[in-house]
């Protein structure tokens, strides 16, 4: 009955052929029209990957009930390994820095006025106000506005070397006198510690490294300034922002980052604008060394394997008609381009070349090209062909076309439904993949199961009329050479020791399953910024030679080094009950000194004289003194009980403990605070209308260059802390927090929808089979090196250290869709041999270097044009081609003998019942 539908189906499309041709350009060109006429896919700011948790409530929370701090930032590192950048020629040329660019308009336009805070600032305000003092009138008033950075800069030119170290003393001396805290006052409060490194000792006055802000005016035009350098981690932002960086700023750090390289030796310059820049930049240079290899490789792949140029570039004109009708269907149902889609069109290449080259090589098998031309005749013995006897284009494309489309459908429609079956998933994101993926692969068979054939048949028979030149060719593999004998070696193996390959292959598999359990889930930011080409790239010439780069290091530096203050250097915690509780002030003081090593004074915790000892694993920042890096309320009230004697006295009356926080009528005091300093009390506690106190927050400084989970994971311990210990609610929250809860959610959804396409694909397997054949065991065994070759390549992953996340499982969704389409590929051959009366041993061989060959160019082919990404300076291509070569690798290893070894195992077991049933007849 199948047969019988293939050959009619494979006659229907050979006998039409000009008009199926038509057909299928006409209606590509409609579907293609789909990218111009289409609506605009729109991404409504990540609500493709929304979840609901409480950890995203809490953010919506605080973004209506607190001001966001999204500022534009310039981080500069001033540098000199071994040496000191505090020294008084160091600092000027910061400041000489600093006014080149004011005076750059470029860069000045998008600068906040005084948007320049460094240590140099601070030690040149200091000096201004010394040299107004001296001049002061009788009274000992002096002029006490902001100074300019030319008064600055003339303050510091005007001292000697040991001046400026005596000033420097003074500034970072640990245990300030009166008097300091008056200078720490007039030039604004800045924290001078907060533009120095961690490892730096209080109290010293030298430093290998030192830090200086830049805010930029934010895309509102609102002004962020230097006041978010006030106490505590200075300056750190919000974080919460989904935005980016505006052109005009980036263009303004990349402008910045060319008159630092001219002053200083050493150091950088980061920001976003940077960053993004140094990505593009690395995908071109990647692109550019990765093309010619890429092309060289595939065209001499694709010369090997077809040796024709006619069919090559029949089958790219069949990927050309794909690659319009997923382009067109994404352009009509406006489906917005994601992460996760990257995957759609490789996995579609693909499968476009596969089924080409099985396409072709049973068209050239049919036309006397290889052993097995009865398995395309199925039904109809008189119709078998040998190499003597002539086989036109057409009756060789009928023939061979209807021995490979029945598994060219099955591949279609387990792969199609597998997929799709995770439109079901709550999340669009999803949604779409399973849309799209399915609508691709649909795509693929209109291609090479209708429109290819006939294209082929027509170019064939009119080349061979017009130039009397035959056109039958031998099939990949089936002729003498390298290729054949390791097939043949191949087919050696299966049949003598099918039972030790399946046992080696198992093992394998489960050592891959149990190293897949220590595969790091993390998702990381830094994981996606560009490295340093090796010394090989460096040596190209010319144009081919990349660029240098270096924000990965220096995004590591800066975490490690200093409390950075990029969008992803901060979390939060939304503190919710009663939070006029004075054990929830205490409460925040306990937990948040745990982390900065135990202090519990009034300054908010710290180590003993300025020791750090807080735990070198957490992400959370120290700063130079050892505290931990966490503004709230706590914070708040040491910084303006220090400051304003009105804040003091006030909290000496509530404080019965003597530990610096107020031990009654907390909310009559934070009604204080809001008079004192009403932008920075609003900015860790929010007052309603009425007056009364619904939440508290913490600021969280944290490493940028840490997995978003670790970070979560230490906020949330915090969090927990403050719980436990107060009558609040403390949730862990900020845009680092939210990211690591929508990646594990996306991840658990991704595991579950492929999970659930196997299963999909196995019952499909399972019906087909039984219905064909009435043999529903095919489809497990069909689908067992698929999910062998899905273990094989976690194992790898593992043992590359190579993530598994939300980025690499859209990967691994090759080796589903290759692997199926590969199995199936095999397992009809096979079976195809077996129902036409072949015996089992040339079955065996039939199916290996007959398939196998179309199998094996295929996945040389797709291999190695998108293996060679692994050479790429991007670390997300990069690990993109490692994982897509070693996919299509365990995919094609794993059917070309794990495969074949189970059926030959099934064969034989099937023999032995069929002949303990004779005999049992016979008895």
């Known amino acids: ?69 999204t500022q534009p930032l310039t981080q500069v590192v001033v540098r000199d390994d071994g040496g000191d950048v505090l020294t008084r020629e160091s600092l000027l040329e910061g400041l000489r820095f600093q006014q080149e660019l004011q005076e750059t308009e470029s860069i000045n336009q998008t600068l906040e006025e005084n948007g320049t805070v460094g240590l140099e600032n601070v030690v040149a305000t200091v000096a201004v106000f010394e040299d107004r003092a001296v001049g002061s009138d009788a009274n000992g008033a002096h002029d006490t506005s902001e100074p300019t950075l030319e008064e600055q800069r003339q303050a510091l030119e005007s001292r000697s070397a040991e001046e400026v170290e005596g000033l420097l003393g003074r500034v970072l001396d640990p245990d300030p006198d009166p008097e300091q805290e008056q200078e720490q006052e007039l030039r604004g409060g800045d924290d001078p510690y907060a533009f120095l490194p961690t490892s730096y000792e209080p109290g010293s006055v030298e430093s290998e490294s030192r830090l200086v802000l830049l805010f930029h005016e934010g895309d509102d035009g609102t002004d962020g300034g230097p006041s978010g350098t006030d106490s505590g981690p200075s300056g750190t932002t919000d974080g919460t922002s989904d935005g980016e960086t505006a052109p005009v700023v980036a263009d303004a750090q990349l402008a910045i980052e060319s008159v630092f390289e001219e002053r200083f030796d050493d150091g950088f310059v980061f920001g976003e604008g940077i960053t993004d820049a140094a990505s593009a930049s690395a995908v071109g240079d990647s692109f550019a060394i990765i093309t010619p290899v890429a092309f060289v490789l595939v065209l001499f792949v694709l010369a090997v394997t077809y040796r024709d140029l006619v069919d090559v570039l029949i089958g790219f004109l069949g990927i050309g008609v794909v690659m ?31 089924y080409s080259l099985h396409v072709v090589m049973r068209y050239r098998e049919a036309r006397g090209g290889g052993p097995a031309q009865s398995a395309a005749v199925a039904g109809n013995d008189a119709a078998v062909t040998t190499t003597e006897t002539a086989v036109t284009a057409a009756d060789g494309m009928r023939r061979g076309f209807a021995g490979v489309v029945l598994a060219l459908a099955a591949a279609t429609v387990s792969t199609g439904v597998g997929f799709f079956s995770n439109v079901v998933s709550p999340l669009p994101a999803i949604q779409n993949f399973a849309v799209l993926s399915a609508s691709g692969i649909l795509a693929t068979f209109i291609a090479f199961g209708a429109f290819v054939p006939a294209v082929k048949t027509e170019i064939d028979e009119q080349l061979e009329k017009r130039f009397d030149r035959t056109r039958a060719k031998q099939p990949f593999g089936m002729d003498a050479g390298i290729v054949h004998g390791a097939l043949e070696r191949i087919v050696s193996l299966v049949r003598t020791a099918p039972v030790g390959v399946i046992v080696v292959a198992f093992l394998l598999a489960s050592a891959g399953a149990y190293g897949a359990t220590g595969l790091d889930t993390e998702f990381n930011q830094a994981d996606f910024l560009p490295e340093d080409a090796p010394e090989w790239a460096k040596a190209l010439p010319g144009p081919l030679a990349p660029d240098t780069y270096t924000v990965s290091d220096d995004l590591s530096y800066l975490g490690e080094h200093f409390a950075d203050h990029g969008p992803d250097s901060q979390s939060q915690i939304l503190i919710q009950g009663d939070v006029t509780d004075p054990e929830t002030l205490t409460a925040v003081r306990s937990a948040t000194a745990t982390v900065g090593g135990g202090g519990e004074d009034g300054d908010g915790g710290g180590g003993v004289d300025g020791e750090n000892s807080t735990d070198a694993n957490t992400t959370i920042d120290v700063r130079a003194d050892g505290t931990a890096a966490i503004d709230g309320p706590q914070t708040l009230i040491a910084s303006l009980s220090a400051e304003n004697e009105t804040v003091a006295s006030e909290l000496e009356q509530r404080d019965a403990t003597g530990n610096g926080l107020p031990d009654e009528d907390v909310d009559g005091f934070y009604d204080i605070l809001f008079d004192a300093d009403e932008e920075a009390a609003a ?185 060679v990404l692994a050479l790429s300076l991007s670390p997300p291509l990069r690990r993109f081609g490692l994982v897509t070569g070693l996919s299509i690798i365990f995919a094609l290893v794993a059917c070309l003998t794990v495969l074949p070894c189970l059926l030959v195992l099934r064969a034989r077991l099937l023999e032995a019942l069929e002949r303990r049933d004779r005999e049992e007849q016979h008895l």
Do not use: C
């Open 1 to 69: 009955m199948s047969e019988t539908l293939s050959n009619r189906y494979a006659d229907a499309v050979i006998s039409y052929r000009r008009w199926i041709i038509v057909f299928v350009l006409l209606l590509t060109a409609v579907v293609a029209a789909g990218i111009v006429l289409g609506d605009d896919p729109v991404d409504d700011d990540g609500a493709q990957f929304d979840v609901d948790s409480p950890e995203t409530a809490a953010l919506e929370e605080i973004e209506e009930t607190y001001a966001a701090d």
């Open 324 to 354: 319009a009708w997923i382009g067109g269907v994404q352009g009509w149902l406006a489906i917005p381009g994601d992460s996760m889609l990257i995957a759609v069109p490789f996995l579609l290449v693909g499968l476009s070349i596969d």
């Open 683 to 867: 900015s860790v506690l929010y007052r309603t209308d009425d007056g009364e106190y619904e939440s508290a927050r913490l600021l969280l400084s944290v490493r940028s260059d840490a997995a978003s989970q670790s970070v979560a994971s230490d906020t949330k311990t915090v969090a927990a802390a403050i719980s436990s210990s107060a009558p609040v609610t403390a949730t862990a929250t900020g845009g680092v927090v939210t990211t690591a809860v929508v990646q594990d959610a996306l991840l658990e959804t991704l595991v579950q929808a492929f999970t659930i396409t196997v299963v999909v694909i196995l019952v499909f397997l399972t019906l087909l089979y039984w219905v064909r054949h009435r043999a529903p065991s095919l489809g497990a065994l069909t689908l067992a090196p698929v999910v062998v070759a899905l273990a094989w390549l976690l194992g790898a992953m593992a043992l590359l250290d190579v993530p598994f996340n939300t980025e690499t499982v859209v990967m691994t969704s090759l080796a589903i869709g290759l692997g199926v389409d590969y199995s199936i590929h095999v397992s009809e051959r096979f079976i195809d041999e077996r129902t036409n009366g072949t015996p089992l041993s040339e079955a065996v061989r039939a199916t290996i270097t007959g398939t196998g060959g179309a199998l094996l160019g295929s996945a040389a082919t797709t291999a190695a044009g998108f293996g």
